[in-house]
T-cell receptor, first 110, second 115 residues
Framework: KQEVTQIPAALSVPEGENLVLNCSFT??????LQWFRQDPGKGLTSLLL?????REQTSGRLNASLDKSSGRSTLYIAASQPGDSATYLC?????????FGAGTTVTVRA | GAGVSQTPSNKVTEKGKYVELRCDPI?????LYWYRQSLGQGPEFLIY????????DSGLPNDRFFAVRPEGSVSTLKIQRTERGDSAVYLC?????????????FGPGTRLTVL
């Protein structure tokens, strides 16, 4: 069974600092890995999807890396802003089901 | 085009009542998924439809939970005799085809509160 872990559970940084969010998974036989953002009381917004053949995926200030062999992915958010405050979740497919981590809750202080 | 939509956005009910939660997937998506997210946790898989049939309902917690997708589009998650422990956010997702290679797109969720 795929287990997904996200560390740390919470993170507080001053505005402008770069964010580094970690995701680890136990079964490296994955098709892809997806990062989501969730605002309080809201649904999931897809940020980035990295295919298993890729090592990195970038979108604006966001960059996600994937190391399948070590079972790790890292989401980097450059020059953080208060609007980046949210919970960030990673997920990997287990056949068709997504297995999620519990998320990292980020607070960016103005 | 429109994304996945879910109604209602919030539902408050009393213990023992019956509730229905609706999901409208992205048009043309054949696969539909239901997940449940408890406070402070990641979403957990409930059930998956390929077309009209439930291909995998192994995540449903007990027989009070049931879901249908009669015409292969809209799906309804039904919960009988609700309990306080059913309080959670219920998320629906759809993908063009089934299988882990296909990206799942999520709706805004229904927040269910059982008093």
């Amino acid at each position: 069974k795929q287990e997904v872990t996200q560390i740390p559970a919470a993170l507080s940084v001053p505005e402008g600092e770069n964010l580094v969010l970690n995701c680890s998974f136990t079964d490296s036989a994955i098709y892809n890995l997806q990062w989501f953002r969730q605002d309080p009381g809201k649904g999931l917004t897809s940020l980035l999807l990295i295919q298993s053949s890729q090592r990195e995926q970038t979108s604006g200030r966001l960059n996600a890396s994937l190391d399948k062999s070590s079972g790790r992915s890292t989401l980097y958010i450059a020059a953080s802003q208060p609007g980046d405050s949210a919970t960030y979740l990673c997920a990997v497919p287990n056949d068709y089901k997504l297995s999620f981590g519990a998320g990292t809750t980020v607070t960016v202080r103005a | 085009g429109a994304g996945v939509s879910q109604t209602p956005s919030n539902k408050v009910t009393e213990k023992g009542k019956y509730v229905e939660l609706r999901c409208d997937p992205i048009s043309g998506h054949t696969a539909l998924y239901w997940y449940r997210q408890s406070l402070g946790q990641g979403p957990e898989f409930l059930i998956y439809f390929q077309g009209t049939g439930a291909a995998d309902d192994s995540g449903l917690p007990n027989d009070r939970f049931f879901a249908v997708r009669p015409e292969g589009s809209v799906s309804t998650l039904k919960i009988q005799r609700t309990e306080r422990g059913d309080s959670a956010v219920y998320l629906c997702a759809s993908s063009l085809l089934a299988g882990g290679i296909n990206e799942q797109f999520f709706g805004p969720g229904t927040r269910l509160t059982v008093l």
